[in-house]
T-cell receptor, first 113, second 112 residues
Framework: ETGVTQTPRHLVMGMTNKKSLKCEQHLGHNAMYWYKQSAKKPLELMFVYSLEERVENNSVPSRFSPECPNSSHLFLHLHTLQPEDSALYLC????????????FGSGTRLTVV | ELKVEQNPLFLSMQEGKNYTIYCNYSTTSDRLYWYRQDPGKSLESLFVLLSNGAVKQEGRLMASLDTKARLSTLHITAAVHDLSATYFCAVDMFEGAQKLVFGQGTRLTINP
């Protein structure tokens, strides 16, 4: 256990479904991130939240919607996904100004059918 | 746009041998990170390199950073099977938050 918890670990959803991924950390970190990892591409940064404000949105399709209600929790809301969205979604957190890198969660393996 | 390139992408080696993984990046940064990922698992932090000339060692792994050459190396000494994994380097762009841009990863297989 790294201190960053992601749920669910596995998710299968249809293209018309709506689901949410959850990430939680109690490390006292104040920045949180969503990355997508697929077989064809390296780790792709999707969203960055710094002090609960979104500071990065890397041209991610609107069918992915992040939410950061507080510094300990991060969500990724999913709707009308495509099969190519199937991937491992990783959440990470860090402490601003400390440059110690990220702590990653275990990821959610998403399959869109 | 910051680009991070690792070389090689695939590496198969025998136990007991030495080898080096290279990580090149395209813009100025003096913060570089190495991570390990086992199949189906998350990323585990290995090394944090925060200045030019930084060298860190842990067991059979040693990482170094040359910010002038924009190059980091991960050296494996006398490889053992347990080191089989995918290794990623990541460079910090720091734009409002710590923003890591990852290389493609090097899949390392160590054969007995």
């Amino acid at each position: 256990e790294t201190g960053v918890t992601q749920t669910p670990r596995h998710l299968v959803m249809g293209m018309t479904n709506k689901k949410s991924l959850k990430c939680e950390q109690h490390l006292g970190h104040n920045a949180m991130y969503w990355y997508k990892q697929s077989a064809k591409k390296p780790l792709e940064l999707m969203f960055v939240y710094s002090l609960e404000e979104r500071v990065e949105n890397n041209s991610v399709p609107s069918r992915f919607s992040p939410e950061c209600p507080n510094s300990s929790h991060l969500f990724l809301h999913l709707h009308t996904l495509q099969p190519e969205d199937s991937a491992l979604y990783l959440c990470a957190s860090s402490l601003l100004g400390h440059f110690s890198g990220y702590t990653f969660g275990s990821g959610t393996r998403l399959t869109v059918v | 746009e910051l680009k991070v390139e690792q070389n090689p992408l695939f590496l198969s080696m025998q136990e007991g041998k030495n080898y080096t993984i290279y990580c090149n990046y395209s813009t100025t940064s003096d913060r570089l990170y190495w991570y390990r990922q086992d199949p189906g698992k998350s990323l585990e932090s290995l090394f944090v390199l925060l200045s030019n000339g930084a060298v860190k060692q842990e067991g059979r792994l040693m990482a170094s950073l040359d910010t002038k050459a924009r190059l980091s190396t991960l050296h494996i000494t006398a490889a053992v099977h347990d080191l089989s994994a995918t290794y990623f380097c990541a460079v910090d762009m720091f734009e409002g938050a710590q923003k890591l841009v990852f290389g493609q990863g090097t899949r390392l297989t160590i054969n007995p």
